[in-house]
């Protein structure tokens, strides 16, 4: 007799599963399998991504190198145009202002009337400054420099090295036309000198003109030039204008400077010094003045130091 080994009776079927095991038991496993490459492509694909992410790396460190040369370029690049290329164009300027102002005073030595010196020093200086106005300003003269640093047109770490340039552009310019002309002629005309001032008698007249010629001088680019509200295009030619008037009006009383630089480059060439100091205290006096009436009463709102 064979034994039943099941675990229902004969005489009953087994019931059957519910619909939920069914379903779980017939789906399929999705089990995490073992990669089944060669360890030698295993290995190669990890070598492959610590290469790449090493080139990620220099690639980075390049970038961020690249950047700090740029960085450290554009810093040099500032500096020498924020610093260096206006004390250059002061330099060029009043070189090519004073030796075209030497040149025409040593040239018409001798010949009464001042209207070539006049033109000269007015269209070299209106040159100079539509060559390197846009750089340095085109001050070319240290009592103009003063009274735009005091109005607020210029920082003050540039102020000394402007005087210097200026005063040193002086004594190239003046050397330059003493090297072109004969000695008798640059002896005759003092080396283009100031000397309208040979008595005491006439100090206080040329202090006087000296002030207000460069009064007017420096108004006119205080005004024409800086303050916002009645700068022109124009001003270059305004202000080459003002000094050819000034010289024409002027020039017989005290040789129309108005510009301390002007006086001491010449004085260098030729060693003469009477009367010097006058060619700076009035120049510096006018510019103090256009300093105030502009601070006080006719510069713009962010000029003035009143009634804002």
């Not at 164009?89 to 070189?95: D, I, Q």
């Not at 022109?232 to 000094?243: D, E, K, N, R, Y």
């Not at 002007?262 to 003469?272: D, E, K, M, T, V």
């Not at 010097?276 to 006080?296: D, E, K, M, N, Q």
Request: charged share 10%; with cysteine.
């Amino acid at each position: 007799m064979e034994t039943d080994h099941s675990c229902y009776p004969p005489s009953k079927t087994a019931p059957s599963s519910p619909l939920w095991w069914t379903f779980i038991s017939t789906a399929p496993r999705y089990l995490p399998q073992s990669d089944s490459r060669p360890r030698a492509q295993q290995h190669l694909q990890q070598d492959n991504m610590s290469v790449t992410e090493s080139k990620t790396e220099s690639f980075d460190m390049a970038s961020t190198e690249a950047e700090n040369t740029a960085r450290g370029r554009n810093n040099v690049v500032g500096i020498f145009e924020r610093y260096v290329q206006p004390c250059l164009a002061e330099l060029l300027g009043s070189t090519l202002f004073i030796f075209a102002g030497c040149c025409s005073v040593i040239g018409n030595a001798g010949i009464s009337g001042s209207v070539q010196p006049a033109l000269a020093h007015g269209l070299a200086l209106a040159i100079a400054i539509v060559i390197f106005g846009e750089i340095s300003g085109g001050h070319f003269n240290p009592a103009v420099s003063v009274s735009v640093y005091l109005v607020g047109g210029l920082e003050v770490i540039l102020l000394a090295p402007y005087i210097i340039v200026q005063l040193c552009g002086g004594m190239i310019g003046a050397a330059l036309a003493k090297l072109i002309f004969p000695d008798e002629s640059f002896q005759f005309a003092t080396g283009a000198a100031f000397n309208a001032v040979q008595t005491n008698a006439t100090i206080g007249r040329a202090t006087v003109a000296e002030m207000l010629m460069t009064l007017i001088l420096t108004l006119v680019v205080c005004m024409g030039a800086i303050n916002k509200r009645t700068r022109s295009p124009l001003a270059p030619f305004c202000i080459g204008l003002t000094v050819t008037a000034n010289i024409l009006a002027g020039g017989a009383v005290s040789g129309a400077c108005m510009n301390p630089a002007r006086a001491f480059g010449p004085a260098i060439a030729a060693n003469y010094w009477t009367y010097h100091w006058i060619y700076w205290v009035g120049p510096l006096a006018g510019a103090l003045l256009t300093v105030s009436f502009v601070r006080l009463l006719m510069g713009d709102q962010k000029t003035r130091l009143i009634l804002k």
